[in-house]
């Protein structure tokens, strides 16, 4: 199967010149599999290999996120190294995806939309409901983004504790929280806002105020901040007389 890939150089320089001059919508999904095999297989041809990959996961996305060491040992041409190191490649592909962005993430208006994406991606292929907590400084710009808890598939309740330890530690002053739902219903249920409720009180005794709560769906997103359901929050807390009323929508 691992031929010597002298005989494929120009098959292979066609491929590169493809990949980097080229859309990345428009990649066919054998090449960029074959490529990314080339930092697998030295010098060798790859084309059957990745043959196989993508008939066994029928796409790259599956690929990148299902692939295990014991089924890559039993694909033809596969050995223990080879097998780590493609693992390893994918999970390039995810740091990535998670990785801080190059663009200043905050909260300032012409920033929000680099906010949401950075979020969002934090939550890509996720099986359960997750909660991150963003830190920020004193310009409103994310310094850190932490899982801080996993739930099931419809619930997740981190602890308030531990994100207070954890701003502390970067001596921030600000947070943003953020959750995915499984559904498609981005809108805040009634312990979501309970819990954000809580958590206002929470962190303000200790120094902290929470600048927005997202909740990230596969069809789109809600923010407690731009949607002023955070101030009509933080209005009732003031309100001696709703304070300890249960949240009804209103």
């Avoid at 090449?31 to 008939?55: K, P, S, Y």
């Avoid at 400084?137 to 619930?155: C, F, S, Y």
């Avoid at 981190?158 to 981005?186: G, M, Q, R, W, Y």
Wanted: proline share 2%; hydrophobic share 40%; with cysteine.
């Amino acid at each position: 199967m691992r031929k010597d890939a002298k005989n494929h150089l120009g098959h292979f320089e066609r491929i590169r010149k493809k990949i980097i001059t080229g859309n990345p919508y428009d990649y066919e999904e054998i090449d960029v599999v074959e490529m990314l095999l080339q930092g697998v297989f030295v010098r060798a041809d790859t084309n059957e290999i990745a043959r196989f990959l993508l008939a066994k996961y029928r796409t790259f996305q599956n690929l990148y996120e299902k692939a295990t060491e014991q089924e890559l040992l039993k694909i033809p041409g596969f050995g223990l190294t080879s097998a780590r190191k493609l693992l390893a490649l994918l999970k390039l592909f995810k740091y990535a995806r998670l990785a801080p962005s190059a663009v200043t993430i905050s909260t300032n208006k012409e920033n929000f939309n680099d906010l949401v994406k950075h979020v969002r991606n934090q939550f890509e292929f996720v099986e359960k409901e997750c909660f991150v907590v963003l830190v920020l400084n004193r310009q409103h710009e994310v310094i850190e983004t932490k899982l801080v808890a996993v739930g099931d598939t419809n619930h997740v309740v981190p602890d308030l504790n531990e994100i207070v330890e954890l701003a502390h530690t970067f001596k921030s002053t600000n947070l943003i929280f953020a959750h995915n739902h499984l559904n498609s219903s981005f809108y805040p249920s009634t312990e979501d806002i309970e819990f954000t409720s809580r958590a206002i009180v929470h962190l303000r005794k200790n120094g902290i105020d929470l600048l927005d709560h997202l909740i990230i769906t596969n069809v789109g997103y809600f923010s407690f901040s731009a949607s002023h359901l955070m101030n009509r929050i933080i209005a009732r807390l003031k309100n001696p007389a709703l304070r300890n009323m249960k949240w009804d929508g209103n």
